[in-house]
Antibody, heavy 120, light 106 residues
Framework: EAQLVESGGGLVQPGGSLRLSCAASELTFSDDWMHWVRQTPGKGLVWVSRISGDGSSITYADSVKGRFTISRDNAKNTLYLQMDSLRAEDTAIYYC?????????????WGQGTTVTVSS | DIQMTQSPSSLSASIGDRVTITCRASQSISSYLNWYQQKPGRAPNLLIYAASNLQSGVPSRFSGSGSGTDFTLTIQSLQPEDFATYYCQESYNLHAFGPGTKVDIK
């Protein structure tokens, strides 16, 4: 069964940077679209970014465009989210999620989440 | 961008009740609509995909319907483990989620 494990969260000051990682346990990682979704404490889910299996197609939510960078290393079965110019409103639990199939398929495997806190 | 709304935002129900949650998209999304269940402190779990398809391993008391802009999630006979928050999500464009519907015990 596929598993995703996020890491890299923590406390960072406004304007700072953080890089999140998502390690996948399966051998077909390069076939999958991957997403980042975040959830503000006590609030709902917000889609952040997606990347195709080969990394050639990338999309961001307007709220993070120009500040966050999604990438992947298929040799390491790992997804990344580089977060720069962080703001208080970026404070959230960040989940990575897999889509097996075209991008419009559902997110069928999720990581446990990693918490990012942006505060001085 | 597509906006998703859900109603109600919360509901109280008893074990064995039939529960219906509705989701509306701001424009047609065909059948690119998914439902997730989330329990406190846990990641979301896929229940229904493509509006009406039950994800493997999900109990058959869960069902989904709809197309275009209006969708419904139904739980036929509410069980103790079903008390959670439910989110709809469009996968037609930028994967927007609805605000969620919290189902708690009456």
């Amino acid at each position: 069964e596929a598993q995703l494990v996020e890491s890299g969260g923590g406390l960072v000051q406004p304007g700072g940077s953080l890089r999140l990682s998502c390690a996948a346990s399966e051998l077909t990682f390069s076939d999958d679209w991957m997403h980042w979704v975040r959830q503000t404490p006590g609030k709902g889910l917000v889609w952040v970014s997606r990347i195709s299996g080969d990394g050639s197609s990338i999309t961001y939510a307007d709220s993070v465009k120009g500040r966050f960078t999604i990438s992947r290393d298929n040799a390491k079965n790992t997804l990344y989210l580089q977060m720069d110019s962080l703001r208080a409103e970026d404070t959230a639990i960040y989940y990575c999620a897999r889509v097996r199939g075209p991008y419009y398929y559902p997110m069928d495997v999720w990581g446990q989440g990693t918490t990012v806190t942006v505060s001085s | 961008d597509i906006q998703m709304t859900q109603s109600p935002s919360s509901l109280s129900a008893s074990i064995g009740d039939r529960v219906t949650i509705t989701c509306r998209a701001s424009q047609s999304i065909s059948s690119y609509l998914n439902w997730y269940q989330q329990k406190p402190g846990r990641a979301p779990n896929l229940l229904i995909y493509a509006a009406s398809n039950l994800q493997s391993g999900v109990p058959s008391r869960f069902s989904g319907s709809g197309s275009g802009t209006d969708f419904t999630l139904t739980i036929q006979s509410l069980q103790p483990e079903d008390f959670a928050t439910y989110y709809c999500q469009e996968s037609y464009n930028l994967h927007a989620f609805g605000p969620g519907t919290k189902v708690d015990i009456k």
